[in-house]
C-alpha cells in the first residue's frame, strides 16, 4: 500500500525563473539572446504569437499553439519568413520549459520544413559569375573600394562584419592574413585569406592603429553599411552588371563558387559561419551539376 501512494505522488518541477506571467517570460527570454537585432525581431514575433492564446501559454494545448502560428503566419507570402516565424516561437517554447514556466515544450511537434531547395532557388538568382566579380572589383573608382570588395568574396563576409573590422582582427601570418570575425550572436571565427587579397589588404594599413577601422570613411571612423551597399551598386553600374546587386550577392558567390571549386561542405560553412550545414547545402540545390535532362536524346530537338 506504501508503493501505491509513494507512486500518486505529485511530481514538483523545477523553476529557474522568477517569470509569473507571459510578459515576465518573454522579457527573460529576450534578455536571453545575444543580438539586438536578433531581440527586436523575435520580441515582435513573440508578442503576435501570445496575443493569440488568451488562455495564457502555461494552458495552451499543442493544438492553440499550432492556431496561433497560423494566425501569425498565414498572410506571409515568402515561405522563409514564415519559416522564421515558426523557429522564433519554438524558441519562446523551449525555453519556456526549459526554465520551468511551462510543464511540456509545445514546440517539440511543431515541424519546421527544410528550406534548403527553397533557398537555393532564390539564391540562384543572386549568384553572379566569377567573370562578373572579377569586372565589379575591377571597376571599384579607389583602392580601398577595391580591397573591400576582395575581401568580402574572399572572406564570404556578411556587409555588417566587414564594416566592423579593425586592424586587431586582421593577424598576419607567414602566408597570407587571417581575419577574426566576429558575426551573428557574437559567435568569432577565423577566415585565411588567399595570398593576393592579403597582400591589398596589408598594403591599407600605412600607419593606422590596432583598434582604427580597416575600411575608414572619408570622414573618418567605420564606412557604414549603407555606405557600402551604394558604393557596391554605383561599381556595379560602372561596370556594366545589374545594379541589383548587393554586398551579399558576393557571400553567396563564395559559397557557390567555392563548392564549384571542390570546397567541402563544412569548409563553406565554417568560413561563411552558419549555425546550420542546412543553410550551407542551399548553394548545392542553386547549382546544381546534372539535371535529368541533360541525359534525353539532343536528336529530338534537332532542326
Known amino acids: 500500500m506504501k508503493k501505491d501512494i509513494e507512486l500518486h505522488r505529485p511530481v514538483i518541477v523545477a523553476r529557474a525563473t522568477r517569470a509569473e506571467t507571459d510578459a515576465e517570460l518573454l522579457d527573460s527570454w529576450v534578455r536571453s539572446l545575444t543580438s539586438d537585432h536578433s531581440r527586436r525581431n523575435f520580441e515582435t514575433t513573440a508578442r503576435r504569437f501570445l496575443a493569440g492564446l488568451p488562455m495564457g501559454l502555461r494552458a495552451a494545448t499543442v493544438e492553440d ?44 511537434v511543431i515541424k519546421v520544413r527544410s528550406d534548403a531547395s527553397h533557398r537555393g532557388a532564390n539564391l540562384a538568382k543572386r549568384i553572379i559569375s566569377e567573370v562578373e566579380v572579377g569586372l565589379l572589383v575591377r571597376a571599384a573608382r579607389s583602392k580601398r573600394d577595391r580591397v573591400l570588395l576582395e575581401v568580402i568574396y574572399a572572406a564570404g563576409l556578411r556587409v555588417s562584419e566587414a564594416v566592423a573590422l579593425t586592424w586587431e582582427d586582421v593577424i598576419s601570418r607567414e602566408k597570407g592574413a587571417q581575419l577574426s570575425i566576429t558575426g551573428k550572436g557574437g559567435k568569432v571565427r577565423q577566415v585565411l585569406l588567399p595570398d593576393v587579397v592579403s597582400r591589398s589588404l596589408l598594403s591599407l594599413r600605412s600607419d593606422a592603429g590596432a583598434g582604427d577601422p580597416v575600411f575608414a570613411s572619408r570622414q573618418g571612423g567605420s564606412l557604414t553599411e549603407r555606405a557600402v551597399n551604394g558604393m557596391v551598386k554605383r561599381t556595379a553600374r560602372k561596370a556594366g552588371l545589374s545594379e541589383a546587386i548587393s554586398p551579399h550577392w558576393l557571400r553567396h558567390a563564395h559559397g557557390s563558387h567555392a563548392i564549384d571549386r571542390g570546397a567541402s561542405l563544412p569548409e563553406v560553412q565554417n568560413t561563411l559561419g552558419h549555425g546550420n550545414i542546412a543553410t550551407t547545402s542551399g548553394y548545392l540545390h542553386a547549382r546544381p551539376d546534372s539535371s535529368s535532362g541533360l541525359k534525353l536524346d539532343p536528336g529530338v530537338f534537332l532542326r
Do not use: M, W
Request: proline share 2%; hydrophobic share 45%; glycine share 6%.
Open 65 to 108: 499553439v499550432r492556431d496561433a502560428l497560423a494566425a501569425i503566419t498565414g498572410n506571409i507570402k515568402a515561405e522563409a519568413s514564415a519559416r522564421q516565424y515558426v523557429l522564433r516561437v519554438k524558441s519562446l517554447l523551449s525555453y519556456a520549459q526549459r526554465v520551468g514556466y511551462t510543464p511540456f515544450n509545445a514546440g517539440v
